[in-house]
């Protein structure tokens, strides 16, 4: 009797970013914070003071946290520590060879402070309104919306609900987790704006880029996968 071939060993079968019974949501997020950053960019187009919403919002601010609580949240929207734990999750994921991974935390992030940066900032050219005393006179400080250190800080806050979304843990700690990190990224945007760093508005602009961005980035991983893997061998 002729040996049969062994089988294929198979590979492991690696979840998505985004489970696709979780993919309308996240897509309807997507259009949310996309819709949501169109409209703030065209009403803020060359504004250089407060909505009604930033003042009351900062008001409130104002009224109800003090100085030592301002320096605690700002403090939660630091780049330097946005980038340590983008490049360590990076990192770990290289390590584990889960370039979809790497490209999440990497790509994502770096293309939502491109386009913040290079693109919106100079286009929408809303300034924060405050003034300083120059030996020249006076000069207006620089562009502001979306707003940098939000932008960063809602990036990494969504490649870390997406994995935690993807992770072996129950539905309960999994909602725990993504609330944890979306008021880590709600505080973050409270002491830029008590700070004097931001309007209100700003922050919402930069909470919205990050998430068009990583969640965008994780929908075009998971399409390019699915695509790879239901390719007819050659």
């Known amino acids: 009797m002729p040996l049969q ?4 060993v198979q590979q492991r079968i690696r979840r998505p970013l985004i489970a696709p019974a979780w993919r309308p949501v996240a897509f309807s997020v997507f259009l949310v914070a996309l819709v949501g950053l169109s409209t703030l960019s065209i009403g803020l187009h060359d504004k250089g003071t407060g909505t009604g919403f930033d003042n009351a919002t900062l008001r409130w601010l104002l009224a109800h946290t003090s ?15 946005v980038l340590v734990l983008l490049a360590a999750i990076a990192l770990i994921a290289g390590l584990m060879r889960r ?14 402070l491109i386009l913040t940066e290079v693109v919106l900032k100079p286009i929408v050219h809303r300034l924060f309104g405050l003034r300083f005393e120059l030996s020249h ?4 400080a620089g562009p502001a919306f979306p707003s940098g250190h939000e932008t960063g800080l809602a990036s990494l806050t969504t490649v870390l609900i997406i994995l935690i979304g993807r992770a072996p843990l129950s539905r309960r700690v999994r909602i725990i987790g993504a609330t944890v990190l979306a008021l880590w990224a709600v505080a973050g945007a409270v002491g ?7 309007y209100a508005t700003d922050t919402v602009g930069g909470a919205c880029v990050g998430v068009v961005c990583v969640v965008g980035v994780a929908l075009i991983l998971d399409a390019t996968q699915a695509k790879i893997k239901s390719a007819p061998p050659r």
Request: aromatic share 6%.
């Open 192 to 198: 830029l704006v008590r700070s004097y760093y931001h």
């Open 99 to 112: 370039w979809d991974v790497v490209a999440l935390a990497v790509v994502g992030p770096a293309v939502a």
């Open 137 to 140: 006179g006076l000069a207006q």
């Open 5 to 8: 071939p062994a089988p294929p």
């Open 67 to 81: 100085t030592g609580v301002q320096q605690l949240l700002l403090g939660l929207s630091e780049p330097t520590l």
